[in-house]
């Protein structure tokens, strides 16, 4: 997955490169400035007082000494000044250099705190769709793992708004399963039932009626638990069952008239594993992974359900994962990165995983 947010310490992890938001010195500060030469040691002071400084929008490259990780990509991010002083273009920047300097290194996964959204006061929710843009922009030519870390709860926003919207579709949704189980339970078995039935009975009819009058029931054309000669809709039906994940995915790719890759950049799923499942014709993706190419391939509820049955789930809704997608889905948004932030906000897994 190119793109996730995470919840933790910068400093801890050993991805190839975490970012540090300095400021123009590079000679040190608080916040994860602070945090990162602590854990970095004084070689990293001594590497910074030979780059000379900073400009904002900038950015700076030093090894990570005793961190984790191989590489410090110091950038200096804008300070607030109520958004029409260029505060955008500059973090903006800051994305877009980091990442140039991260690609030029060969590295393949990359960190980045929320740059600016804390003593620089970058409003937090308008920091994170920044920072999204930016990377999903440099992701769309380039392969790499870019993780976006959020240090505390407080520091990662989704507008009041949605989050209330998506709460309260949750809460219609887990009292109607929780009130009734039983009820709507046998409800839907009866319902299953009797469609299983009218089906079943309307096949024996047409069978009845396109079997040769002086047949005997053994020679009629069964195979092991199929049958064969059916009504071409049948016949069609039985196929698309047969059909796996990866079958199903590679053709509604086409229906849709996308490119694998448009498909799974939009999907925030990595080309490896789309490799992997483009060549595995059983290929058994995670629950979030099949999700993601869904939401990729805009499908509807039910086309939603359909893809997902291929690769062995159902959406609940006795899961709030499964209800938040459902939320997405219904109110046609399709955004990947959007839904994951619901997700994270809900303390969900993300998709394309
Ligand atoms: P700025 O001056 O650019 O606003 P700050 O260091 O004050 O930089 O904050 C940037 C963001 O980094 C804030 O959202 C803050 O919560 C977060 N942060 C602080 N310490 C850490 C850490 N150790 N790991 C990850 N993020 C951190």
Not at 221 to 228: A, F, I, M, N, S
Request: glycine residues 8%.
């Amino acid at each position: 997955m190119p793109l996730q947010i995470i919840r933790g310490d910068i400093t801890k992890l050993a991805c190839d490169a975490i970012v540090n938001v300095a400021n123009p010195s590079l000679l040190g500060g608080g916040g994860v400035d602070g945090a990162i030469h602590r854990a970095a040691g004084k070689e990293l002071l001594l590497a910074c007082e030979k780059l000379g400084g900073c400009r904002p929008g900038e950015a700076k490259i030093t090894g990570g000494y005793r961190l984790p990780c191989q590489y410090v990509i110091h950038t200096v991010g804008p300070v607030w000044r109520g958004g029409n002083s260029g505060e955008r273009e500059t973090l903006t920047s800051c994305y877009r250099e980091a990442l140039r300097l991260a690609a030029e290194k060969g590295c393949r996964s990359v960190a980045f705190p929320l740059i600016s959204s804390g003593s620089y006061g970058y409003p937090k929710e308008q920091a994170l769709k920044v920072a999204e843009e930016s990377i999903t922009e440099f992701l769309r030519d380039s392969e790499m793992l870019v993780y976006i870390v959020v240090f505390d709860r407080d520091s990662f926003r989704i507008s009041e708004k949605l989050f209330s919207d998506i709460a309260s579709f949750i809460d219609d949704r887990y009292v109607e399963e929780h009130s009734f189980p039983r009820r709507k339970g046998a409800e839907e078995r009866t319902q299953r039932q009797a469609l299983f039935s009218k089906e079943e009975q309307e096949q024996d009819a047409a069978d009845f009626a396109a079997a040769p009058a002086k047949e005997s029931i053994a020679a009629r054309p069964y195979t092991v638990g199929k049958r064969l000669d059916l009504p071409p809709s049948l016949e069609e039906l039985l196929k698309k069952e047969d059909e796996s994940f990866s079958q199903a995915l590679l053709r509604k790719i086409d229906e849709k008239g996308m490119t694998d890759s448009e498909c799974y950049k939009k999907a925030n799923v990595d080309r490896k594993l789309f490799s992997k499942i483009r060549s595995d014709v059983h290929y058994h993706p995670s629950k979030p992974t099949a999700i993601a190419f869904a939401v990729a391939l805009e499908l509807s509820l039910d086309e939603t359900k359909d893809l997902l049955m291929k690769a062995g789930f159902a959406l609940s809704h006795s899961s709030k994962f499964d209800i938040i997608i459902e939320y997405f889905i219904t109110n046609g948004n399709y955004n990947v990165f959007e839904i994951n932030e619901a997700l994270f906000a809900f303390d969900q897994v993300l998709l394309g995983v």
